[in-house]
């Protein structure tokens, strides 16, 4: 008895220290660098989209990125979203000139089905399998669209999940 009780206090030890450097390395692992466009966090400092012109991002939980799109009224603007790696768990806000929200979905965590907050007539979020989505926005009025991307996570993710994608915008 006197022998176990000796030997567990001998390894506690190296059990914490053990435990310790897990959490450190899968941490350094898994904490990954921002993309070249940030700060790009809200409408002031939105990264500007030029139609036809693809840019690679990578959205971080509890990191917005907000992109803009000049487009005249009565014109389509399609917002191309290509997954190109990591966590898929995005949701999405599309703003129009004035303010107007015209889309947003949003799910507590990443594997909750993709709920409809706001979804102005005739826009529409289309996903597409081995690619990742589409979002179809006619345009009522002139002047600054903006797509807004978060990251969601998981309700046991230790570190901030990040997700890699290339963003176009075009007219249809
Ligand atoms: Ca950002």
């Known amino acids: 008895m006197i022998y176990k009780l000796n ?23 898994k904490t990954l660098p921002e993309d070249a ?3 790009n966090d809200n409408f002031q400092l939105a990264t500007e989209l030029i139609a036809g012109k693809a840019l690679s991002g990578r959205a971080k939980q509890e990191n917005i990125d907000v992109f803009s ?3 005249e009224a009565m014109r389509e603007i399609v917002f191309s979203l290509q997954s190109i790696g990591l966590e898929d768990c995005a949701e999405f806000t599309v703003t129009g000139p004035g303010g107007d929200i015209l889309y947003q979905d949003e799910g507590s ?5 993709r709920e409809l907050a706001m979804c102005a007539e005739g826009v529409k979020l289309e996903e597409i399998k081995d690619f990742g989505y589409k ?8 002047g600054k669209y ?8 998981r309700p046991d993710n230790i570190y901030p999940f990040s997700w890699d994608y290339k963003i176009k915008a075009e007219f249809k």
């Open 109 to 113: 965590f990443c594997d909750s089905p």
């Open 7 to 29: 030997l567990f206090q001998f390894a506690r030890p190296f059990f914490l220290f053990g435990f310790c450097a897990i959490l450190i390395i899968s941490g350094c692992k």
């Open 135 to 142: 979002i179809y926005v006619p345009a009522k009025k002139s």
């Open 146 to 153: 903006f797509l807004s991307i978060s990251e969601r996570g």
């Open 69 to 71: 799109f000049k487009c």
């Open 37 to 39: 466009l940030e700060p």
